[in-house]
């Protein structure tokens, strides 16, 4: 277990006069509207600073409102948060993985909010049932595939690819990232444990080398031939892309015919810390998030889905068409994490 970061030196203070742009002009029309919000909100978030740098700047640039934040990997901040209880300065809990955010909610970290605006844009399956915390983008875990080793008419389901058609040609990341954690804990929801399990077995002996340490590993594997198909989150591709157009890399969206469950999605979310001594301004933090200013932000910086509906993809992205996404809510996959860590161990995916 990592120590927890007590020093109050690694909150990293981003007044917007201390960003790179000169600092804006206050508007003299509204002279008591910063009277009356809060001066600053803390957050604390598992994500990158260089994603989330430029939301929150932005925030403070139409609010007034400073944001500091702390950013660390997401079990850290949880115990943390336990360790500062009532005492803490956080404001807000940034993350991703619904795994995460359930455990978060199920740690009592984070207080259920009341909030037409979050209900309106982000979709009943994006959310937790108890309305503490809120999906922000969504992240899809697909397969991806080399289309001339692998083509397209090739392909159909996750489940699929524990054929032995495959055999020697998968190439998948190790049992303990919490997104494969997740995408077994949906199947297990959707198709029970048995099913799963004969599936998670197939794909270990389809394997074509030993499980890799994150998603770009898979994605240079299948692009230098050692296999031929995989299973990553949509934007890991998208971001090897912009780097190299030509990759031999694509996606390919599973399940989708008619009664097929659908494309396993994810989310990054928030949720009000249980704590928070200002958390209507943390509410309205959350909300703007969801709204069309951060969302185009969030989906365009990590080439991430939008969790608000109404808000246009990347173009990027919007080059691998439309996809139906499994319509589980994602708290499942926290719900059953455990149970889908020991599944995965008995069929000896490491
Ligand atoms: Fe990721």
Redesign the pocket.
């Known amino acids: 277990m990592r120590p927890l970061l007590l020093s109050s030196a690694v909150l990293v203070a981003l007044a917007a006069c201390s960003s790179q742009e000169p600092a804006m002009p206050t508007d003299a029309s509204a002279p008591d509207a910063a009277a009356a919000a809060p001066a600053e909100l803390v957050v604390y978030t598992s994500r990158n600073e260089q994603l989330v740098k430029p939301l929150f700047d932005r925030y403070t640039e139409e609010t007034g409102i400073k944001v500091t934040y702390l950013t660390d990997k997401a079990p850290p901040l949880m115990e943390r948060l336990k360790a500062e209880g009532s005492r803490t300065p956080a404001d807000v809990f940034i993350t ?1 993985d619904a795994g995460n955010l359930w455990q978060a909610a199920n740690l009592d970290l984070l207080q259920p909010i009341e909030s037409p605006v979050l209900e309106a844009n982000i979709p009943d399956n994006l959310q937790d049932p108890d309305n503490r915390w809120f999906g922000l983008s969504v ?1 899809a875990r697909t397969i991806i595939h080399n289309p001339t080793r692998a083509p397209a008419d090739t392909l159909s389901t996750y489940e699929a690819l524990a054929g032995p058609e495959w055999k020697g040609r998968l190439c998948l990341r190790t049992s303990g990232a919490v ?1 494969n954690q997740s995408l077994v804990a949906t199947m297990m929801a959707t198709l029970g444990a048995e099913e799963t399990e004969r599936v998670v077995r197939g794909w270990v002996d389809n394997l074509a080398t030993a499980p890799m340490a994150n ?1 770009n590993a898979v994605i240079e594997a299948i692009a230098a031939g050692r296999c031929d198909v995989g299973i990553t ?1 949509t ?2 591709l998208g971001r090897a892309l912009k780097q190299d157009a030509e990759l031999p890399v694509t996606v390919f969206w599973p399940n989708q015919a008619d009664g097929g469950r659908g494309v396993h999605v994810n989310v990054s979310g928030a949720g009000v810390v249980k704590h928070s001594d200002q958390p209507d301004a943390a509410q309205a933090f959350i909300e703007w998030l969801s709204g069309g200013t951060a969302q185009e932000l969030f989906a365009g910086e990590n080439l991430e889905y939008p969790a608000n509906p109404g808000i246009p993809m990347a173009d990027l992205i919007k080059g691998w068409g439309e996809y139906r996404a499994d319509l589980i809510n994602v708290s499942q996959a926290g719900a059953m994490q455990a149970e889908a860590v020991k599944l995965m161990d008995r069929a000896g995916y490491r």
């Open positions: 991703v992240r997104y998603d989150n934007y890991y």
